[in-house]
C-alpha cells in the first residue's frame, strides 16, 4: 500500500485496506457473475425472450456498480482520488445512474412475473425495448440534476470514491434527495412488493409455489435500505456527527446487490440457469414451459 498519502480521518490502516478489499471482491466477483449473464444471453438463443431481456438488463447495470467498486478499491489501495474533481463527478454520475438503473430492473422484473403467473400474459418486446429506454433516460435525468447544481457529488467519507454528498444537508440536499428518494426507490420497492404478494396469493391458490416470494423484496431492502436510511437521515440530522466508519457502511452493502440480484434473478431463474449451464458447458438442459420460473 502507498504510504505517501495520510489516512483519511477517522480510519486506520488497517480500515483502509479492509474497505478497499471489500470493494475489490465485490467489485470483481460481482462483474465475473454478471458478464456470465450478459454473455449467456447473447449466445444462447433460448434466452433471448422479452422476459429474460429485463434479467439481461438488470445485469448490465449491476456490471456498472462493479466497475464502479472496482475503481473505488484501487483508489483505496492508494489512500486518494487519482481522477481530480472531474473524475470525482464522473464516478459519482456513473454510480449513481447504474444504482438506480439497477433499482428499477428489479421492479420491472417483478411486474413482469406478476403478469406471467397471475393474468397470464407475456412481455412483448416492443414494450420491453420501450420500459428498458425509458428507465435509463429516467435515471440518467436523476443522476445527471447534481452536475448541474440540484444536489451534489462529493468524496465518501474513505475519500477514494465519489457519491452524493450528504454533509450539507442543507435545502438543495433535501429539494433533491426526497423527490428523488421516492421516483427511484420508494416506487419500486412498492410495486416489488405488491407483485411478489399476488404472486405468493395465487401460488397459494393453485398450490404450485414456484420460488420464494419474500426474497426479492428481502434482498433489495437488505442491499439498498441502509443507503436510504442515511440518505433521509441527512435531511434531519447533521450526518457529520455519524463515525466516517459508520457512514460506509451503507455504500459497501450497496455494492453487494449486483452478486445477491446473480443468484436471485439468474441462477434462480430455471430457465436462464440452463442457459448458463448450456454456455460453460456445451450442455443443454431441459426448459421449463414457462419462463422466469424459480427454484
Known sequence: ??????????????????????????????????????????????????????????ALADMGICLNATIAAFSSFL?????GSEGCQTHGFHGFLTALSSIHFIAAIAWDRYHQYCTRTKLQWSRVISLA?????????????????????????LRT???????????NYVSYVIPMAICNMGIQVFIVMSCYKSIDKKFKKTGQERFNCSTPLKTLLFCWGPYGILAFYATVQNANLLSPKLKMIAPIVAKT????????????????????WQLLTGQKIATPSIENKSK
Open 1 to 58: 500500500m502507498v504510504t505517501s498519502y495520510p489516512l483519511p480521518e477517522g480510519f486506520s490502516e488497517l480500515d483502509v485496506f479492509s474497505l478497499g478489499s471489500c470493494l475489490l471482491v465485490e467489485g470483481f466477483l460481482g462483474f465475473i457473475l454478471n458478464a456470465v449473464t450478459v454473455v449467456a444471453f447473447l449466445k444462447i438463443r433460448d434466452l433471448r425472450t422479452p422476459s429474460n431481456f429485463l434479467v439481461f438488463a438488470l
Open 79 to 83: 489512500r486518494y482520488w487519482p481522477y
Open 133 to 157: 429506454v425509458f428507465i435509463w433516460l429516467f435515471t440518467a435525468f436523476w443522476a445527471a440534476m447534481p452536475l448541474i447544481g440540484w444536489g451534489e457529488y462529493d468524496y465518501e467519507p
Open 161 to 171: 470514491c465519489c457519491t452524493l454528498d450528504i454533509s450539507k444537508g442543507d435545502r
Open 257 to 276: 446487490s449486483p452478486i445477491f440480484n446473480v443468484f436471485v434473478y439468474a441462477l434462480g431463474n430455471e430457465n436462464y440457469r440452463g442457459g448458463i
